[in-house]
């Protein structure tokens, strides 16, 4: 087992050496612009595959040094001004200059890194939103999925303010990958009440591809994906840090996040601290008990950055403890009372203090992301080992009922070649290897051993307006699970009564993606793509066995259930002016043998004097299909419409009855108004926005669901730059639910027991980017 290190170790030596010979380049240029000529100061430019980049001085002339010998992907943006795009050979061309057309509607994100290539979003055939930093921090949050829920096409399952599980177009749990810095995070994500274990503060941009994405990361990315990319290092020569403080009201949740870093002729480290605490928090109408959590992360990075590409070590380790809302109240009085049966006073329920039931989740990860630029062909390997260790407390504050851990190894690597300028190919290896062991005094999965290993192959070809990409993979997995027996006690024996039965399975299954790109002109866009998904059943689909605290169910697993396969046709025309943008994203989703679970003729099954209803895994077709809208309107320079609808639809087609966890129809509508300031003021683009977020009644309901009734919230964020010495601070305030308004979201799993969704809340967040030193020398 020991070559196999050392075989990878002398084969990245020897490309190291190799990419060595290949000569520096260096490019120049000057961004001004189009319209009157003038110069841009302060503009960046990115070269999002050496993760590294520049801005242009005062007179907008910009210098890129230690560059390949190469075609190299390179964004040009500045505030007020559309982003440019080019793909540039480093070989021939060392100066570029960039006239940028200005633009009232506000910059987005136009590079897209999480499909097999770096490019233009509007030349990726399947659907990617990206979003930027400045998003991410000023829209108040408890986790980092509750972050980017406000994505049209994206929404989330809730328990409580701080356990968020992503759904992309109707499908989650284990129909969503979720990448960290290069690799897929894993933390068992088929339970209802485990969230993604992601410091919020830790994500520089997030890419989020709506719809089939198994062609590049195999089984379970059938829904979609959530890519977390890498952050950019720090300038060159520079010791940089920033401190993102955040305070609300209701739950008195209290972040801070500390983070410094440095770059030092291409070699850059990152180090970052979060703490955050939350008591419980209160609805319209009274203090949700035992709602409160706490969260300690820590994370560092090591790397360098030169001509030949980019290698980074990663480590992170996340910490937190839930309280678990089990919603259970007094017959006479409708107060919540705590697991001894006694009544919850008011100042108790309010409280910070985190008491059983509860859940303890430590997830650390170590990986390394290497990306070696070889010519005009790149060869990119993520490596990773994480270990998680979930701890849920039933009536034993000392004594896990339920512990599960879980490790993981994940490897990806992918080599792709540029052919003729306009044609790339990609070809792609990756696999994971998967250990869960048991070491709670309850049980609801049994120990198992997981192994994937998936191929594939996949070109794209590029005319001045035209593009056109196919793909095809190949995915194998095996999973095996451990006998399990249980003494006259319920403790693990070598005999007794089984509670597990061993088995082993095998899964495979071939997947493919087809698209095409097609600009009409430079207003109007087209993109359509055919994507074929997989996913194999997850371990407590097939076997499990067991009440799941928080979950208020006995859950059986059926290890017969065949893997699901899906077809998704997907297509979208976007219109872009001056002062509009127009989108339009529909998609029609077959997926067969979709696996769900039922509670079969009222079955019940007694645990500790309980009566839990028994839900069990069955599967049959299914049908999804929705749309998305996004019209984005700037009238004049200082305000700003922005609207967003979305709707899904999802039918069972075996049984006619519609699919759970689908989000009801939702708009969005955003007015916001920046004020002009002079060049010599410290305030930097003040702004005021008011949001109006209109959910639809949800009567489109599973068996065991209650229709949600349609309710509006106001919303509202105040903010600006703020100009101290030579850093920009950012301040804002932000309030959601604003009126108070009592609501039921149709995701909320506490809708079950009757508890609303959080009112009133008010956000208090600044950011201090601050410089420790800044050396020209390099």
């Known amino acids: 087992m020991m070559k196999r290190p050392a075989h990878y170790l002398l084969f990245l030596c020897l ?28 503009a960046t430019v990115y070269l999002p595959d050496l993760k590294s980049g520049t801005t242009t001085d005062k007179d907008g002339f910009y210098k890129l040094r230690d560059l390949p010998n190469s075609n190299i992907v390179v964004q040009v943006s500045f505030i007020g001004y559309k982003a440019e795009v080019l793909k540039i050979d480093l070989g021939e061309i060392h100066s570029r200059d960039f006239q940028l057309s200005p633009s009232a509607i506000e910059a987005k994100e136009v590079v897209v890194t999480g499909n097999a290539l770096s490019s233009d979003n509007d030349r990726s055939s399947i659907s990617v939103t990206p979003i930027n ?34 759904v992309i177009r109707g499908l989650g749990y284990n129909r969503i990958v979720t990448l960290n810095e290069g690799v897929r995070q894993e933390g068992n994500q088929w339970g209802d009440e485990h969230g993604i274990e992601i410091d919020q503060f830790s994500a520089d941009r997030i890419e989020v591809l709506k719809g089939p994405a198994s062609l590049f990361y195999g089984s379970d990315a059938m829904g979609g994906v959530i890519n977390i990319l890498e952050q950019t290092p720090a300038r060159p020569g520079s010791i940089d840090g920033e401190w993102v403080s955040q305070a609300s009201t209701n739950d008195r949740l ?26 419980s928090y209160r609805t319209p109408t009274e203090w949700v008990y035992n709602s409160g959590f706490y969260e300690k992360n820590y994370s560092l990075t090591a790397g360098i950055v030169k001509h030949w590409g980019y290698s980074h070590l990663h480590f992170s380790s996340f910490n ?56 005009d062909n790149q060869l990119k390997i993520s490596l990773g080992y994480q270990w998680n260790n979930r701890k849920e407390f039933g009536e034993n504050a000392d004594e896990p009922g339920l512990f599960f851990h879980l490790d993981t190894w994940t490897y990806d690597v992918r080599y792709t070649r540029l052919l003729f300028e306009s044609l790339e190919l990609v070809g792609g290896i990756s696999g994971m290897t998967q250990f869960n062991r048991n070491h709670g005094t309850q049980y609801l999965i049994p120990d198992y051993d997981l192994q994937d290993l998936g191929g594939f192959v996949y070109m794209k070809k590029t005319w001045e307006k035209f593009t056109f990409n196919l793909g095809l993979r190949y995915d194998y997995r095996h999973i095996k699970s451990y006998s399990l027996y249980l003494d006259t006690l319920g403790h693990a024996a070598t005999a007794g009564d089984t509670l597990f039965k061993g088995f082993s399975r095998d899964f495979s299954a071939f997947t493919g993606s087809t698209g095409m790109t097609f600009r009409l002109n430079k207003s109007v866009n087209f993109k359509f793509n055919v994507g074929r998904g997989f996913r194999a059943p997850n371990i407590s689909e097939l076997i499990a066995n ?6 208020f169910r006995y859950e059986i697993g059926n290890p017969d259930l065949n893997p699901e396969t899906s077809l998704q046709i997907d297509g979208e025309i976007s219109w872009e002016t001056k002062f509009l943008n127009l989108s339009f994203n529909g998609y029609y989703n077959i997926i067969d043998n979709f696996i769900y679970y039922r509670n079969l003729n009222g079955e019940k099954k007694e645990v500790n004097g309980v009566w839990y209803p028994v839900y069990r895994y069955v599967q049959g077709n299914s049908l999804l299909k929705g749309f998305e809208v996004e019209l984005d309107i700037h009238p004049i320079e200082a305000l700003h419409f922005d609207n967003n609808l979305d709707y899904v639809w999802g039918e069972n087609l075996s ?6 966890f689908i989000p009801a129809l939702h708009l969005t509508d955003q007015v916001k108004w920046t004020f002009k300031t002079h060049k010599t003021s410290a305030l930097k683009q003040p702004y005021i926005q008011l949001e109006l977020e209109t959910h639809f009644t949800q009567d489109r309901i599973d068996v065991f669901e209650t229709v949600t009734p349609g309710y509006v919230l106001l919303n509202f964020n105040i903010g600006t730059k703020l100009k101290v010495k030579n850093q920009i601070w950012t301040l804002y305030i932000s309030g959601k639910n604003v009126l108070d ?10 809708k079950e027991v009757g508890i609303y969704n959080m009112g009133r809340r008010i956000t208090f967040g600044l950011v201090i980017p601050f410089g420790l030193y800044n050396s020209q020398k390099d």
């Open 320 to 375: 937190t403890k839930i309280g678990m809302i089990d919603g259970t109240r007094d017959s006479a009085t409708g107060q919540f009372i705590d697991y001894q049966g006694n009544i919850v006073s008011e100042q108790t329920a309010k409280s910070r203090s985190i008491e059983v039931p509860f859940q303890v989740v430590n997830h650390n990860k170590i990986s390394s992301v290497t990306n070696l630029l070889l010519n």
């Open 655 to 660: 049984t006619g009855i519609p699919l759970p």
């Open 15 to 42: 490309l190291l050496c190799a990419s060595l010979a290949f000569g520096q380049r260096a490019l120049s240029g000057h961004v001004t612009d189009k319209e009157t000529g003038e110069s841009l100061p302060g």
């Open 546 to 551: 067991g009440l799941h605290e928080g979950t």
């Open 254 to 279: 209290l972040s801070n996040s500390l983070m410094v870093e440095g770059n030092q002729k291409g070699w850059i480290w990152r180090a970052r601290g979060t703490y955050k605490t939350a008591a």
């Open 133 to 166: 930093k400045d998003m991410l921090l000023t829209m108040p949050s408890t986790n980092l999925i509750n972050s980017i829920s406000t994505v049209p096409g994206v929404s989330e399952i809730t328990t409580g303010g701080e356990i968020s599980k992503p």
């Open 741 to 750: 308004e009592k609501y039921f979201d149709h995701l909320s799993r506490l």
